[in-house]
């Protein structure tokens, strides 16, 4: 499996799927053993210009763990010459330079698309503006259902919050139309629901969707809920029923199904809730160093 720039879910098949999975598998064996040497020689550059905790900490993580180097700057919106108006282009073309591979967040939807476009080393979209994608957050969700449904053919999805800016959950049901049966339950107000790019998609793929506006109505039929955050109310400590996942919503959750969440949470999910075994958050964000250790692997050795 070679891999380059990775910029949006839909560059990547099932069974470069499968085999990004299976080699993330046996990176388990490597963090276990407390990393490898084998990429030593290898720089990974960071560049974001929007905040992030896991993102950026479990790219740092992966690259040390296969012995690998980082340079970064704490935020490239403040401490690069970015501040002096150099380009986007400018910059990549500079940092390329001095790395093998570029991580970067931007605010622009397309900003990676930019950046590869002129890059001579590979670039990882780690998130692009509101209503844009993340892709390797997408791989790392997809692959924490594999791993905990065992299959991904069939499986219904909720997927809740502000669907229509949130990148996560854009390109994770980019992701989910590849396989065969899936069932899609977009949970969001009216305002906030999935816009025309990826319905236009699942149509012309033939994926079941459906629109919805409650996820008490729809929470007894799915395997999966894929909660996120509903950005218009944050801060304003409102709990929007119908989108809030509580003690009282995991009574009418299946036995089998899990709840997810990409983190941060704001209050979309009650604490409480963690306890339960199908609250899976914070498996999944241990699975994002195992999937961003394979990416890297699957960059370097494919060059
Ligand atoms: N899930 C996610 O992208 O988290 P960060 O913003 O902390 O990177």
């Known amino acids: 499996m070679k891999l380059h720039h990775i910029i949006e879910s839909q560059q990547f098949t099932v069974p470069v799927l499968m085999e990004l999975f299976n080699l993330a598998d046996s990176m388990e064996r490597i963090v276990a053993r407390g990393g490898t040497r084998d990429y030593s020689n290898k720089i990974m ?3 974001f210009y929007e905040h992030s905790t896991r993102t950026r900490f479990s790219f740092e993580s ?3 763990r296969l012995g690998g180097k980082v340079i970064a700057t704490e935020s490239a919106a403040e401490f690069s010459s970015f501040t002096h108006g150099e380009s986007l282009e400018d910059t990549v073309r500079v940092v390329g330079d001095y ?3 570029i991580v970067m967040r931007h605010y622009e939807v397309g900003g990676a698309a930019r950046a590869a476009a002129i890059s001579a080393v590979p670039v990882i979209n780690a998130g692009d503006g509101k209503g844009g994608q993340h892709p390797t957050q997408a791989l ?10 065992k299959t ?6 909720a997927l809740v919050g502000n669907l229509a800016e949130g990148r ?10 590849k396989f065969e049966r899936v069932k899609l339950y977009f949970v969001a107000p009216k305002p906030l629901q999935m816009q025309e790019d990826i319905i236009h998609y699942l149509n012309n793929h033939k994926v079941w969707f459906t629109q919805e506006e409650n996820l008490r109505e729809i929470i007894n039929e799915v395997d999966v809920v894929y909660m996120t955050r509903l950005e218009a109310t944050e801060g304003e400590g409102m709990r929007p029923s119908g989108f809030f996942m509580d003690e009282s919503l995991m009574k009418l959750l299946p036995k089998k199904a899990i709840v997810m969440h990409p983190l941060p949470r704001a209050n979309e999910i009650s604490p409480g809730v963690d306890a339960d075994h199908r ?13 961003r250790m394979a990416l890297l692997v699957s960059i370097f050795d494919g060059r």
């Open 152 to 157: 991904i053919d069939g499986v219904k999805v």
């Open 45 to 47: 550059a960071l560049l």
């Open 62 to 64: 992966a690259m040390m």
């Open 99 to 101: 790395s093998d591979v």
């Open 140 to 149: 790392l969700d997809l692959y924490t259902i594999h791993r905990e449904i």
């Open 279 to 291: 609250a899976v958050y914070f498996r999944q964000t241990r699975n994002g160093i195992l999937v």
């Open 168 to 177: 996560t959950v854009r390109s994770l049901a980019y992701l989910l139309g």
